[in-house]
């Protein structure tokens, strides 16, 4: 069984993010989608309504679930015995925290591998914060987040044009 971890903050998931699970989801016969908790970056969505969305949006994934978590992100890949963190690589921009991100997480625990996966092009441009701010002024993020997470949008926001 080989387990493949998919950490982030997720707020909220867009379709970048399912891009990168439906890839992992090829390659690994497990992939948990983990939400971080992530107070530091005072998430919009709790982290409870975070994983519902990503529940709701890969359902159809029968190898795919949806998770939280706290703490150090090498004890939660330890605890659930996966061989692979997954992160999505959209431009070099993202590279520098990345790769620190994937070093230090080695240093501090050395049995697993960190996966870097780029998404379709058509999403590299895409960011949750971009999404957020697209929605909060009112414009249509139709095309870039799942649907249900469109609604969320709109309900938290008011702003977002369905
Ligand atoms: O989507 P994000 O915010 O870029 O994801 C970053 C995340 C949640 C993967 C990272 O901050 C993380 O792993 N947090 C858990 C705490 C931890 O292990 N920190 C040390 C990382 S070297």
């Known amino acids: 069984m080989r387990t493949a971890i998919y950490p982030g903050s997720f707020d909220p998931f867009t379709?970048?993010?399912?891009?990168?699970?439906?890839r992992a989801a090829r390659l690994f016969d497990r992939v948990i989608v983990?939400?971080?908790?992530?107070?530091?970056?005072?998430?919009?969505?709790?982290?409870?309504?975070?994983?519902?969305?990503i529940q709701q949006s890969t359902a159809k994934l029968s190898n795919v679930e949806a998770d939280v978590f706290d703490g150090l992100l090498v004890n939660y890949v330890q605890k659930h015995s996966a061989q692979a963190v997954i992160r999505g690589l959209r431009a070099v921009?993202?590279?520098?925290?990345?790769?620190?991100?994937?070093?230090?997480?080695?240093?501090?625990?050395?049995?697993?591998?960190?996966?870097?996966m780029m998404p379709k092009d058509t999403y590299t441009f895409l960011s949750s914060r971009i999404v957020k701010e697209i929605a909060r002024l009112g414009g249509d993020v139709s095309t870039f987040v799942p649907v249900q997470v469109q609604a969320a949008l709109t309900l938290k926001l008011g702003g977002a044009k369905a």
Do not use: Y
Request: glycine share 4%.
């Open 93 to 116: 921009s993202d590279f520098e925290f990345e790769f620190q991100m994937a070093l230090m997480n080695r240093k501090l625990n050395d049995s697993f591998e960190t996966i870097f």
């Open 15 to 22: 379709n970048g993010h399912l891009d990168v699970v439906q």
């Open 34 to 53: 983990a939400v971080a908790k992530s107070d530091g970056k005072h998430p919009l969505f709790t982290q409870e309504e975070r994983k519902v969305f």
